[in-house]
Every structure is written in structure tokens, then in C-alpha cells.
């Protein structure tokens, strides 16, 4: 759902094994800046800059069992899970934290979530209070409000109910929602006739199977019960977006007053189903995707009420498995971990809780966290660099020859309205309305879900508060928010490999300063470029200049759509052109960054043998070292927006004249080569 509202840097990359270091605020842990021992210097780099920059890595750094890739992120998330754990376990291991206090809630939900004992025996029992909700449902109208009951927990059996500033009038928060109800990641997976989509399929519907046997089913009412859940759930699939579709800012706008809801899918009690939510009050509402809820409307009287009620059955397990008993836990794994990604076994569990309760309660961590792990001096320099991106930015629109003078001046105003966040909120969130007991750590969970689902919809209809987070400080990652104009650098992403503050600055520009790059060239990917400096959607563009825009970007969607990366799996050049662009334009400003830093200096040294211009390439493809396994690539291709690792780089490099200069031996001939005229200059 976030990945609609923010267009992130990266991630989902992280996973990974580590045994690193702790390290305390004010001494933080030497991490070296770039390692030449990473390369493959056999290779020639034109041919391949990837394996030219990782090879050496790739070769040495084999996927552990409990990851489904090894990267360079891995090593920082897990650095970060140790820093992390250390607030965690003070916090559970605490006797004296006043009941109430964000301390006592960290403790005593971290410890809930490690008594497997009591979790175990329990099974299903803590969630008694939904499966009667089910049990209880007689009509249709019941199996609408047994869906908005579970609504208010964040469950969301048809599709998520939230809030977020109105794309047409980006001052005012309006309710929003977004389809869900399909277990299988994406559309596609219903209806792909491959060999490997038909097996995932296949598998797909013993785990349903498996699962209502886990909820007492007899097999054959459990093989019933999968293939009606596989059928409305093929459904649904029919009438949604396609990924590429659910990109599209005008598509997705689609605000509805209730009269507009009730015309869309008069079978759905949209009024009822406010209520039931405890939002009564609710007057208008922005649908993703019209289509889907018709579908939705249209299910209601054509499906018994016996199927809803399976349909029901399946939605409360499936988001709570991974919380509750082993059998459930570990057949949720079977499918969704080692069918859909080939990961081998079970992350241990501490890292599993860690992650969860850091979710759950993640500015109260985040507060702790930036005290111990955040150096002001990190805040500054990082805030600094930003300026110095704007800047390049700034003198790279003035210079591009394509655009015209009127789309410019808009295109200015809108970088320079562009906010930036650093570190972590100025204020923070209060949680003194949540409770965490000891009793369930499902329940634990529920219950802040619960608190999340309050808070996102008290703010319709109240002003946008600006100083709001809406990623956490401990977070590794980066994004750009569309209805805000505004650039996000959470603490956890400023820490090596990617800001360096032991590093020479080309290897600085290379890693954090192109991430800084790319979240600022998302206000102007072809997603981002239809908001305006206030984060309306509304055309600012020439017809001219739009259509220029276009043509550039068709020359990246029919470049990438070329990029076998696995036997006939294709990264997908629509899906992924908002991050190609971003990734092409954040290279592009970060180094003319680095330039401008450079005026008045002398000239840096090699170091390690490379020039610092060298340097700053070799960082930039370093920070993207990825050993994946094929499961997972094959779905990431399906369902990422962004390229896979190895893409990242040479789908990059070779598009930008400035490498060529970096690496005069790169010439016609070489693999990869892109002669002048075929590459295509956006930012
Ligand atoms: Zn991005």
C-alpha cells in the first residue's frame, strides 16, 4: 500500500547474515570506504562494470540459508538490527519501567513475542473473538461488517481503509481505498501460463489447503475451501490494475462523494461499513481502482454466503500466521519464504520480534535509537550535502537544452519548494493510547495495528501536519512524498555503506549522494512529474516539453525492456521507469555534485590506484552488490519497481558521457558500449 503513496529508494533488498559489530553514538565503527578486494579486475569494464566493480564479492559471498539474497544493505540492516536490539532487550530485560511508559511497551511486546511457549500452546485461541465474528455472520450485510470489524484492526479482507492528502488538493486529508485481497503477489500470477507460475499456483493452492487443515478443516472440506478461495480470489485478480496501470497518478484518482460509492457498487453498505469502522462521518473517499470495487459489488450477490465466509477465514489467517503457532507459522513460511523466494529456513526468531516490534512501536524505538546512534555531526554534514544537490539539480535544468523556458521556471520553483527531512521528526509521536500486555503477542500486534488505524483516519479532514514522519528513524531507506515535495533521509540509512564520514568524498557522492540524487529526481520521474511544487496533480508541462519528456523516456522503457535477467524473464521497462529515471537522474546530479564541490580545490589523488572520478563510479555500482536467489529474482521482476541490482549499474553507467571520461578504456566494440546518440539525457 505505501508503495503508492511513496516511491522508495530501494529496498525490500534487505536481507542478509551478519555478525557485526556493535558500535556506541559518539564512536561509530570504522567501516572501510571502498574495497578494491571487492573487484574482478580480469574483467574488462566495458563488458560488464557490475561483475567488473563485484566479482571478487559475488564469487565469495554465497546466500545464507535463512536470506533470500546477500547484498551490501544486509550489512547495514543487520548492524542496524544489532543496534536495534540493544534498546529492545534493555527495555525487555527492564523490571523497574513504569507501567505505561514506552519502555515498559517495548519490553513487554518484545517478550511477548519471544514466549514461544505460551505462543504455541495457545494456537489460534487469541484470535477466538474473530473467528466468531465469522462464525456469527448470516447475510451478506454481516459479511461486509465482519470485513470493516476487521478493518479496524487492519486486516483488511477487500481492501485497506486509510487516509492521505488529496492528490487534487494536496492541503486536505481525505479517507482512501486501496484494494487488496489476492494471497499471491500480483496480478499476473493468476493468469501466467509459464512453467514456473503454474507450479507456484500449483503450490499455491495446497497451502490454502494445508491451512484450513491447520484450522481443524477435514481434508476434503479443506480442499474445497482452497479451491473457492483460489476462485474468488482469480476473480478479483481479472478485474485489478496491472502494476503498470496502478502507476498512473490520473488513473488512481478517483475521489467519490457516497453517492459516488453507491453508484460504483451499490451491493457494498458503504455507509454501514464507515460506521462499522467508527467512521460514520465519512463523506467522500479516493477509490485506486473503480474496477476492482465493481468487481467487488458484483461478488456480493453472485457468491453464497458460505463462500464469503471461508473467503473470510483465509484473510484472518493469512495475516496473522506468521504470529501465532509453529504449524501455522511454518506453513506460512513454506509458501510465501522458500515457494515464492527460495529461502531456505527461518530467519532466528529475535531478529523476527526485533523487526515486528520495531514496526509496532517505532517512533518510541526511534526516539531511543537516534540518542544513542545519531551523531549530530551526521545531521549536519548529511543536511549539507543535500544543499549541495539541490544546487547541481538546479544548474542542470537551467542547462538542459530540451526543455523550454515556461516548463523550466515550474520545474525550479518546484525544487526549490522541495523540503527536506533529516534524521528523524522534530516531534514525536505519543502512544499512550496504546496498550501491550503480556497477554498475546498476536494480540499485541492486532492491537497496534488497531492504534495505526486510528491514527490514520483522526486526520481526515484536519490540516497536514508538515513535521509528520511517515518512515522511522531506524529505517534503512529513502523516499520522496509526491503530495508533500519532500525528500526523506530516515537515521538509518546515513551510516556506511552509504555515508561514509571516514570515506574520501567521491565515494561519498557515489553512494549517499546519488541516493539524494534519486529521491530528488523522483519529484520529476514520469510519475512524479505530473505533481506540481505544492504536490497537486496538475500539468505543468508544455505539450512541447511533455512530449519531449515522453520520448526520452521511451528509449529507457525499450532499453531496459531488454534485460534478460534470468532465462526468459525480462525486467519490465514500464514498471521500472520511475526508478530507471531516477537512478539515471540521481547519478547525472551527483556527480555534477561532486564537481561543484571540487571549484577552488586542487584535485584529489588516486587512491588505491583509481582516480577519485573512477572512485565515485566504482561506489555507486559497490553499493549494489547483490548475490539473489532465482526464486526471488523471478518475482521481483514480476513485482519490483525497481531493476534488479546487476541493471542498476549497467543499466546506468553506459548512459552517462561523464563514465566514459572516468574510463577512457571503454570504447566501441566493448559489450556494453552505448554509442552518443543512443543515450538518452532526462535530468
Ligand atoms: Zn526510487
Redesign the pocket.
Known sequence: MKKLIV????LALLQSCGNNVKKTGDTLKKYPAFDVHNMDTTINPGNDFFAYTNGTWLKNNPIPADKNSKDAFDELFERNRENIKEIITDAASSKDAPQGSNKQKIGTFYNSGMDTVKINEEGIKPLKKFFDKIESVRTIEDVQMAGAYFQKYSISPFFVLFSNQDSKNSNNIIAQCYQTGLGLPEKDYYFNNDESTKMIREKYLEHLKKMFILLKDEPAVAEKNASIVMRMETQLAKASFSNVENQDPQKTYNKLDLDGLNKLAPEIKWQAYFTQTGYSGLKDANVYQPRFFKELGTMMKTETVDSWKTFLRWQLINSTASFISKDFEKQNFDFYYTTLSGQEKMEPRWKLVLDVTSGSLGEAIGQLYVEKFFPPAAKERMTALVMNLKKSLKQRIENLAWMGPKTKEEALAKLDKMGVKVGYPNKWRDYSGLEITSDSYVMNILNSQAFEFRFTMDKVGKPVDREEWDMTPQTVN???YPNRNEIVFPAGILQPPFFNLDADDAVNYGAIGMVIG??M??GF?NYGRQFDKDGNLRDWWTKEDSRLFDDRAAILIEQYNHYEVLDSAFVNGKLTL??NI??LG?ITVAYNAYKLSLEGKEAPKPIDGFSDKQRFFLSYAQIWRTNMREAELRKRVKTD??SPAKVRINGVVYNVPEFYEAFPSVKEGDKLFRPAAQRPVIW
Open positions: 516511491v522508495i529508494l530501494t529513502a523516499g520522496y534519486h529521491e529526481t523522483h520521474d520511475g526508478e531516477a537512478d540521481g519497481e525497481h
